[in-house]
């Protein structure tokens, strides 16, 4: 299709229909729709329409009733899958096995797309620093390399090489930018962030992003120093489009133009088209500033013709390369034969049980002996629903804990233990279960039917320990003396100190979707032995939020019998478990850390290698992480930052050699002039189990 001779037989009313997108906040009931607004090309796309049938009726409405029969783009929330439910993708980051991720959204692009989804709002790219912010299990953690691979690995997952074929989407890098740093970890507040910072930590993923070809990005609620993001002409047009050389659409979130007036931003709905438009904003989510008064601002040449063609042929540009006006309707039949298929199943396990972490395993209680009799105690354990977590897919069954554990013939006695609903605890009928086995698994945090979401949007706390009566539960269980392995679920790192001294053994993960139960069973019956490694630091307490490991090192580092050193008073220092932690069934030992010289140039790649050997006694994958510190810079440096990991198995006994690359190009930080500088000097160089530990060496910089 030649867009550009079909954008010059647009009139004004169907070139703003195209910058107007039509959400389920809108109307209650397909039966709303103005049938007539889609006939006279007045809407250029939906969002969440998850009947086919439904969608190819509006599709039709619009390509065959109206003038030039442009069609509809369908968009959604793929966010950890469409039929099949993977884990939240914070849980998945936690393989660190990009590549997993990159299968997982091609499946979810692959069922999507059968379904008559063309477009997904992921990946979520917001570098998540804060426990207390909900969006948390969205993302892929608080570092901006490790982020940066999945950002990269979702895209290209989603998209492919060709985004017209039937089992790919167009996938949206969202929300730009800065919307996890809200003050309080509170979703939509104001964001004050320095633009050293901006660039340093929150920008590399949407430029890992750009780079594998995005087709949208999505712009964020919150207001940015000041300025909204959806009117902020700074961010959109000079950094997004002029700098980081974006050329797909923008699209602001849902109802986030229309808010522009409400921030106190604008005067009335007029100002505020005006300012979004100016900005940079295509096309506006589930609002009708542009509806309404586009025309008349194009009319009076106060939004020129040029932006608004501009932002038009971004959105056809974006049908086209999505083959919609060679195939714009969904094949039903395709769409029904959708289901759980043994590809998708396997996955959905393999991932899932890459995705649980192994916090703790005293005496090696873990794994079970399938002989032993377990009490499985919780509500969190037979809950479907709270095993696919937020933004599911269109299916909500999953396999629970309990289910699995019972299909597979373990000697299993069930107590829900709370209701997160009512805020009950049935401690008796626990305790009869506990005293009638061996061994105690306690499933507990954040679950979905406690006032809705325990996290997800707008689902942020300001205590991030597990609910009070999961709590009280966890004490008189650990007065019966048995042994007891807690498995805790959470959209965020949690403040798990309680929890860590009452029980045995850990395991965390955030949901884990269809397959939760099964993969459980094979971490607890040791199938598969954990190989998860924490992507958020975990703090001891609430108020050491925001808490991340690659903050600067202050002029007072925490000391705790040092009075004027910068620690609290009422909190241990550091993390309960840092960023990239997380143990296996057996151990590793590093040896033997070298470089491959002393001095580099910024055009040098440095090689880092270590060899890593399995001391215990079963088969064992490890991520070895890598990171470096720069010693001495004209702004501070961080204590430690994250530049390379690689995953790798070793069976008992086995020494392997891994090494890991790390252009010297990738060291460097914004100055206060707001270069990009690898600066001369000194570099010290990390590799181990995680943030806190490893072999150190060091290296120069020329
Ligand atoms: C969220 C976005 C999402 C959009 C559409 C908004 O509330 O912030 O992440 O893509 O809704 O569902």
Redesign the pocket.
């Known amino acids: 299709m030649d867009v550009k001779k079909l954008l010059s037989r647009m009139t004004l009313d169907e070139k703003i229909g195209q910058l107007v997108q039509f ?1 389920p906040s809108i109307y209650k009931n397909f039966e709303e729709i103005r049938w007539d607004t889609l006939r006279n090309g007045e809407i250029g796309s939906f ?2 329409v998850r009947d086919p049938k439904m969608g190819n009726k509006l599709q039709k409405c619009a390509v065959e009733e109206s003038r030039l029969g442009i069609p509809l783009v369908f968009a959604d ?1 793929i966010i950890h899958g469409y039929y099949t439910n993977f884990p939240v993708p914070a849980a998945e980051a936690c393989s660190w096995e990009p590549e997993l991720a990159e299968r997982t959204a091609a499946l979810a692009a692959k069922e999507a797309r059968a379904s008559g989804i063309q477009w997904t ?1 992921a990946p ?1 790219v917001d570098l998540a620093r804060d426990a207390r912010w909900g969006r948390n299990s969205e993302g892929a953690g608080e570092d901006p390399y490790l982020l940066s691979c999945f950002a990269k690995a979702r895209v290209k997952g989603f998209q492919g090489d060709d985004i017209s074929a039937p089992d790919k989407v167009a996938a949206c890098a ?2 730009f930018v800065g919307y996890s740093a809200c003050i309080g970890g509170r979703d939509y507040n104001s964001v004050e962030m320095s633009e050293q910072t901006l660039y340093d930590m929150f920008l590399p993923p949407f430029f890992a992003a750009i780079d594998a070809g995005v087709a949208t990005v ?1 712009s964020a ?1 919150h207001d940015f120093n000041g300025v909204p993001c959806a009117g902020n002409k700074w961010l959109m047009t000079d950094v997004l489009r002029n700098e980081m050389k974006f050329d797909g659409v923008l699209i602001s ?2 109802g986030a133009v229309g808010q522009l007036q409400t921030h106190g931003y604008t005067e009335d709905e007029k100002d505020t088209a005006k300012k979004a438009m100016d900005a940079g904003t295509d096309i506006e ?1 589930a609002s009708f500033t542009y509806t309404h008064h586009l025309k008349e601002l194009v009319n009076a040449g106060d939004i020129s013709i040029e932006r608004l063609d501009e932002a038009v042929l971004r959105v056809l540009e974006l049908k086209n390369r999505l083959g919609l006006f060679e195939n714009p309707y969904a094949d039903t039949d395709m769409a029904n034969s959708i289901g759980a298929t043994e590809e998708s199943l396997a996955l959905a396990r393999e991932c899932a049980r890459k995705s649980i972490v192994l916090l703790k395993n005293k005496n090696n209680i873990l794994p079970i002996n399938k002989k032993s009799k377990i009490a499985v105690i919780g509500a969190l354990a037979g809950n479907e629903d709270d095993m696919n977590d937020v933004w599911s897919g269109k299916t909500k069954n999953a396999v629970t804990i309990y289910a699995a554990l019972k299909a597979d013939n373990y000697k299993v006695r069930y107590a829900k233990g709370y209701d997160l609903k009512t805020d009950e605890v049935f401690v008796e009928e626990a305790l009869k279960a506990a005293r009638e086995c061996e061994i105690i698994l306690f499933v507990a945090g954040e679950g979905i039917n406690y006032q809705g979401y325990m996290s997800g ?1 707008a689902r942020n706390r300001s205590d991030i320990k597990i609910p009070k009566i999961q709590q009280e539960l966890l004490t008189e269980l650990k007065k019966t003396g048995k042994p007891i392995i807690a498995y805790i679920f959470s959209g965020r790192p949690l403040a798990l100190r309680n929890v860590d001294e009452a029980v045995d053994a850990m395991l965390w993960s955030g949901g884990l979707g269809t397959e939760t139960g099964n993969a459980v069973m094979d971490i607890l019956s040791g199938d598969y032995n954990p190989s998860a490694k924490l992507v958020w630091t975990f703090p001891t307490s609430s108020g050491q939020s925001p808490y991340f490991y690659n903050h600067n090192n202050t002029g007072k580092p925490p000391i705790r019998e040092i009075w004027y050193s910068s620690k609290y008073i009422d909190a241990p220092i550091g993390a309960q478990y840092p960023f990239g932690y997380g143990l296996s069934y057996t151990s590793f030992k590093y040896d033997n850390l070298r470089i491959s010289g002393a001095k580099f140039t910024v055009d040098d790649v440095l090689e880092a290698s270590v060899d890593i050997t399995n001391t215990g006694e079963v088969f064992g994958e490890e991520t070895a992480e890598l990171y470096v510190r720069d010693v001495v810079g004209s702004r501070v440096r961080p204590v430690r930052e994250l530049k390379g990991f690689k995953k790798t198995g070793l069976y008992p006994g086995e020494t392997k050699t891994v090494t890991i690359d790390v252009p010297v190009k990738n060291l460097g930080f914004h100055n206060a002039d707001m270069e990009y500088v690898v600066e001369p000097g000194k570099f010290l160089l990390y590799i181990g189990p995680d943030s806190e530990s490893g072999l150190k060496t060091e290296f120069f910089v020329k």
């Open positions: 959400g969002i969440r929330d709002y979520m969202k929300h999505m609620f979130d849902a989510m949007e």
